[in-house]
């Protein structure tokens, strides 16, 4: 009996969070082992562990030090944050072409045209352009590739055919762009809620107070820009709510707790209400301004117009795909519906749609 507990024993990895001298290692093939801190092979476990990262390498049931470890094992050679990576290289692209574009019209132009420094925007006014711009890009890139995947198997005619390899890796990474779309989308929350705060304001403040006593007008009230804020700001707060949400479902605690529908219809439901109220948030905050040749410096649209483009289109396509008769077809393929005749030349895997 002894022998056989000692044989199940290495089968099995005990998760006990009061013992503070044990260490959970897996190896290449997956079977785990529970060592002792102290133990002969800790030094050849932790090497082999170091050597292979997308393993799981080390499960420490309390904190080491880099110091710690044996000086065999080279943590450099573990990846930090590998899926991470690409999304945050894409945020910064689009980051540094947004702020490139905003700056060119907000700063640049002024100084080049009528010889204005404007140049304190850049880091308040032209930043709290750039981070929304990239939110709500961000977010739409979060569910372009389910309708391109989408769009393909009503191409082939069945979801048994497996995906190009972009659309898969990028399928992959829907989740780090979400979350970097919410972490974007809360930096712009923030700016906005400082912007009276700024030094730069209170003086405009005082010029404007100063003017309208110069024009003799008693009420400086517009409706018309009241309603336009009024509603800007509402449709901000609840777009910035449901990914809230969306990000707090995304962590592995909540999204353990629910079941697979549950977690299916918040994370498209309500990114969908998510994105359509991003974006009526764009559009509302440039009110009349898509009219007005004022805002059309160099022959430059204003931001609002290029950063509601791309969601825009999502939306669109998403509602073409909603009408009955392709609805109906996708329904069907996701149950295992096949085409009669298949397109040629694509081979037939065992893999499901996402």
């Known amino acids: 009996m002894m022998e056989e507990r000692q044989v199940d024993s290495q089968n ?10 044990e260490l959970a290692i897996t190896d290449p093939v997956d079977k785990p082992h529970l060592v002792h801190k102290e133990s002969e092979d800790q030094e050849a476990l932790l ?15 309390f904190a080491l030090e880099e ?16 899926q991470w990576h690409l999304p945050l290289k894409l945020m910064a692209i689009l980051m540094a072409l947004t702020f490139l574009y905003t700056f060119t019209r907000d700063v640049l132009q002024p100084f080049v045209s009528q010889s204005r420094s404007d140049f304190y925007k850049i880091p308040i006014l032209v930043m709290n352009k750039t981070l929304p711009w990239t939110a709500i890009s961000l977010l739409a890139l979060v569910y372009l590739p389910g309708l391109l995947a989408a769009l393909l198997q009503l191409h082939r005619g069945t979801k048994y055919s497996s995906f190009p390899g972009w659309l898969e890796r990028w399928m992959s990474m829907r989740k780090q762009l979400g979350l970097l779309a919410f972490f974007l989308a809360a930096l712009h929350a923030i700016y906005s809620l400082c912007y009276p705060m700024r ?19 008693e009420d400086s009230w517009v409706a018309d820009d009241v309603w336009r804020m009024e509603i800007y700001v509402s449709l901000g707060i609840m777009g910035l709510g449901l990914l809230a949400l969306l990000a707090i479902s995304s962590l592995p605690s909540i999204s353990d707790a629910l079941n697979w529908r549950e977690f299916t219809w918040m994370q498209r439901s309500l990114g969908y209400a998510a994105l359509v109220l991003c974006t009526a948030h764009a559009l509302v905050y440039g009110w009349r301004k898509w009219v007005e040749p004022k805002h059309y410096v160099w022959y430059t649209p204003p931001s609002f117009i290029l950063a509601s483009l791309l969601p825009a289109t999502v939306l669109l396509v998403k509602a073409v795909l909603l009408l009955p008769c392709l609805d109906r077809r996708l329904g069907q393929i996701c149950r295992g519906w096949e085409s009669p005749r298949p397109p040629r030349g694509r081979g037939v895997t065992e893999k499901d749609s996402l």
């Open 47 to 61: 090497l082999n562990g170091a050597k292979h990262p997308e393993h799981r390498p080390l499960l420490v049931s």
């Open 199 to 217: 030094r730069s304001y209170r003086y405009k403040l005082l010029n404007w107070a100063y003017q309208q006593v110069q024009q003799n007008q």
């Open 67 to 82: 110091f710690e470890f044996p000086s065999s094992v080279c943590l450099e050679e573990m990846p930090l944050f590998p």
């Open 12 to 21: 099995t990895v005990v998760e006990d969070q009061d013992t503070w001298h």
